[in-house]
């Protein structure tokens, strides 16, 4: 038997607390970090989509382009979206969060801007923070920075972000980690990208808006976000021509104004219910969503046997019926997204035959197969392409998130897998999911975040059909 002194020693059971006023303790949040679901359960009801993270992180840092106010509604509250608005606020950016009804609208005001710097600490846990670089050398005539360094998903350089800006005027140097950019004012130019890049469009388009003279860009990204920021910047006074199209012309202005903008709904997070939806039974409707951006992602659903219908603004997908394996291979939109490929993965370990999966736009974007062989699943990875054969049964199991959409995958599998599955670091779907839990839950998912207490009695699934 120990001593007295020995005994104190001995930890008391791990409790999670909450903190003064209601905030969690580091110590909860780790033990929260993970999510408990039983598979099997068919998803009854309706879902609505949220605002897209990919159209609201440009469009925020669209707002450092003028002193006046910018009002974006449909801001999805996810874990980037609060980085980005800490980021804004590090530089001097006022921020007022809508509340109640109003509770994803965001107003900024970059009036004044007395720090324009993107440090480390932030760039590190977000990517996306790169966005800031053009609107601040565009408005402030200078910008400073971090490196984004490496990424779980591959390299994902931003050399052609900074070779634009050069060609945009600016001086760009490089050191202890940070790009360091100014210029008095930039002037257009022509910028012909070397490879197709989604915010690299986004950061240069944003920088020409009010650079002098005519930039015109060539082999810009399509993607439905681009748009949206076009959208977002001509309401500010922006004077740009061809989003959307792969040739984008940009008349620079010598000033922006304040704009009100609802952002797009999020196609990813669409997709990712109508996949989950395919594969649970049931009958689902994925609402608020623009089936028109879910083109290539659709075609591909049909073709494997999912039964699904389209309205204006829903999807309405009934689960449970035989699916066939079919091929995918990720491109730049309007192709299949790479966003989509791990989702679509979870699905492939459930249809008939064999999926040749390849993904053509990151190098590293395979991490969530393993996980889904742990599962129970049948799948090689060699190189940039996976091979799944199917269907196999999966079984509950302790996985990890290893990124975002990877995240999203297993928490399909582990709604049609047999028995519990616990899932590790799901901090990595709270940086681009909505509460997606909850969101589940009211479909009739048994799905919850460790710790959570949840009422006895579930709710009524939400606009059940
Ligand atoms: N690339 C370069 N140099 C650059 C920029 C990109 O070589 O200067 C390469 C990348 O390494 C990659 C390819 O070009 O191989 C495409 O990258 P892109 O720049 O288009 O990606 P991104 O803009 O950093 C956005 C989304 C990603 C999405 C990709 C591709 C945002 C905030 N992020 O990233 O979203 O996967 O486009 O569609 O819009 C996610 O939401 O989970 C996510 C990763």
């Known amino acids: 038997m120990g ?47 949220s605002g897209a993270k990919n159209a609201a992180l440009p469009a925020m840092a669209a707002a450092i382009l003028t002193e006046e106010p910018v009002i974006l509604e449909n801001i999805p509250d996810v874990r980037d979206i609060r980085t980005e608005r800490t980021l ?28 324009p710097e993107a440090a480390y600490e932030l760039v590190k846990t977000m990517r996306a ?26 390299a994902r350089p931003i050399d052609l972000h900074i070779k634009g800006l050069e060609q945009l005027g600016a001086t760009i140097t490089q050191d202890h980690g ?39 860009m060539e082999n810009c990204a399509l993607e439905p976000e681009v748009s949206d920021l076009a959208v977002l910047l001509n309401k500010m006074g922006a004077r740009i021509e061809g989003a959307g ?21 999020d196609r990813i997070e669409a997709g990712t219910f109508v996949i989950a939806g395919a594969l649970c039974g049931g009958d689902l409707t994925v609402s608020n969503c623009d ?3 879910l083109g290539a992602l659709l075609k591909k659903l049909e073709e494997c046997g999912v039964q699904f219908k389209t309205s204006e603004n829903s999807v309405r997908v009934t689960g449970g019926h035989a699916l066939a394996a079919a091929d995918v291979s990720t491109e730049e939109y309007p ?19 064999v999926s040749a999966i390849t993904e053509n736009i990151f190098e590293n974007r395979f991490m969530h197969a393993q996980e889904l062989v742990r599962m129970g699943a049948n799948i090689m990875v060699e190189g940039s392409r996976a091979v799944v054969h199917g269907p196999a049964q999966l079984s509950g199991a302790a996985v990890q998130c290893s990124d975002l959409r990877a995240s999203a995958s297993l928490v399909i599998a582990a709604l049609v897998a047999e028995g519990e599955t616990i899932l590790d670091r799901v901090y ?3 940086r681009g999911y909505e509460r997606i839990e909850e969101k589940l839950r009211s479909v009739g998912a048994q799905i919850r975040r460790m710790g959570e207490i949840l009422p006895k009695k579930a709710a009524a699934p939400v606009g059940v059909a």
């Open 3 to 49: 001593s007295a002194r020995e005994l104190k020693k001995i930890p008391v059971p791990f409790r999670p607390r909450l903190g003064e006023n209601g905030i969690r303790t580091a110590l909860a949040e780790n033990f929260m970090d993970k999510f408990v679901i039983r598979g099997g359960n068919p998803l009854v009801g309706t879902i609505r989509v």
């Open 178 to 216: 940070y790009i360091e950019a100014s210029a008095e004012r930039l002037r257009g130019g022509h910028i012909i990208f070397d490879k197709i890049t989604v915010t690299g469009t986004e950061d240069l388009m944003m920088a020409a808006t009010l650079a002098e003279g005519e930039t015109v």
């Open 291 to 293: 089936p028109g951006h």
């Open 428 to 430: 990595h779907i709270d």
């Open 335 to 353: 192709g299949f997204p790479t966003d989509m490929q791990a989702q679509y993965m979870a699905l492939a370990t459930q249809a008939s035959g």
């Open 88 to 115: 804004l606020v590090s530089m001097g950016a006022e921020v007022e969060l809508g509340y109640g009804r109003a509770h994803h609208r965001t107003t900024l005001c970059c009036r004044n801007l007395a720090n």
């Open 245 to 265: 199209t792969s040739t984008i012309r940009i008349q620079g202005v010598s000033k922006l104004h304040g704009a009100r903008h609802r952002i797009i709904p």
């Open 129 to 154: 923070s790169t966005l800031v670089l053009g609107p601040l050398v565009a408005r402030m005539g200078r910008a400073r920075v971090s490196q984004p360094g490496g990424c779980a998903i591959g």
